[in-house]
């Protein structure tokens, strides 16, 4: 699983409410999540906040055990 995926599971935060939460659309959860592109600065000072790791917004598509 994609460590991005799998910290925003344990968050509680699925696609739709991690979206509204930062002010995106789902396509760009979807992206972060496939490793089609990366969060931009903003973006991951406020994922940072709301408890996402380092690596998960660093290297979003990173595959950990579940």
């Known amino acids: 699983m994609e460590i991005f995926r799998k910290e925003m599971k344990l968050l509680g935060y699925s ?3 991690l ?3 930062m ?3 789902a396509s760009n959860i979807h992206g972060w999540i496939n490793g089609d592109f990366v969060p931009n600065a903003e973006s ?3 994922l940072k ?3 996402f790791s ?3 917004v ?3 598509s990173k595959e950990v055990e579940v």
């Open 23 to 25: 002010g995106k659309g």
């Open 58 to 60: 660093l290297n979003p």
């Open 44 to 46: 991951i000072k406020k």
């Open 19 to 21: 979206g509204k939460e």
């Open 49 to 51: 906040q709301i408890g």
């Open 15 to 17: 696609i739709t409410s």
């Open 54 to 56: 380092d690596t998960a």
